[in-house]
């Protein structure tokens, strides 16, 4: 299945990739979607549990399965305000 | 000019939220949501400051995941009238470049007395720092950073 990948910040200065699609195995959960990218980019990993998923724009824990077409974002700490 | 809001939820109780790349007009937005029976409005706006932590900051950029910000805006702010039982709240927050001394966030709080208008307008900033996801850059003489905030514990638990 293929699911939608979205990076902010910081997560887009690490990574260098602003969105893109990836191909995932059915039931497939959030979490392990992380282990990818954080095996993909290490300084992602450094940044440790302070990084924040969202999933079809709600804040998602690490052991939700991800469906069909999902919006998954890499969100850093925030620093609005 | 492009569109004045980028994201914009306007509550049938009058609760005003919206994300723009454009400045943000306090008095307009105060002038928007006071109602007669408002005794107090309170005013918060976040300003870009010409120094961090002892370095000359020439610039902020701010990056947003903007669907899920301004469906968080609009549920802190309703969360926010219910628990201060204040009239009406309006939360903006400012996008893309932002010189020195402009707004880049602004709360108001209406409501009929200014404790329950103070407490909403502290907790709205206070709240949306750790829960809105919005990141802000700052440029320096020699380079720029991302800075590093936080979540609030609850989003970053498990």
């Not at chain 1, 939700?64 to 969100?75: G, I, P, Q, S």
């Not at chain 2, 628990?83 to 893309?96: F, K, N, P």
Request: net charge neutral; aromatic share 8%.
């Amino acid at each position: 299945m293929k699911v939608r990948v979205l990076f902010f910040g910081v997560t887009r200065e690490i990574t260098g990739l602003r969105e893109e699609c990836v191909e995932l195995a059915e039931g497939a959960r959030a979490g392990e979607l992380l282990d990818l990218y954080k095996r993909r980019f290490p300084r992602l990993e450094a940044m440790g549990r302070s990084l924040a998923l969202g999933v079809n724009q709600e804040f998602g824990e690490r052991e939700r399965v991800l469906k069909e077409n999902d919006e998954v974002a890499l969100l850093p700490p925030v620093s609005g305000g | 000019m492009g569109p004045r809001w980028s994201q914009m939820i306007e509550e049938p109780e009058g609760h005003f939220f919206a994300l723009t790349r454009e400045p943000i007009d306090g008095r307009e937005l105060a002038a928007r949501l006071v109602r007669g029976e408002d005794g107090a409005v309170v005013t918060f706006e976040g300003v870009a400051r010409s120094h961090s932590q002892g370095r000359r900051t020439l610039a902020l950029e701010y990056d947003c995941y903007e669907p899920m910000a301004i469906q968080m805006m609009a549920r802190l702010g309703r969360e926010i009238a219910v628990a201060h039982a204040i009239g009406r709240v309006g939360l903006v927050h400012r996008l893309g470049r932002v010189e020195i001394g402009e707004a880049s966030v602004v709360i108001v709080a209406t409501a009929a007395h200014r404790g329950a208008a103070f407490a909403a307008c502290r907790e709205g900033i206070d709240r949306l720092k750790r829960l809105v996801p919005i990141w802000k850059k700052e440029y320096f003489e020699d380079g720029a950073v991302w800075v590093e905030g936080a979540w609030d514990a609850a989003v970053v638990k498990g």
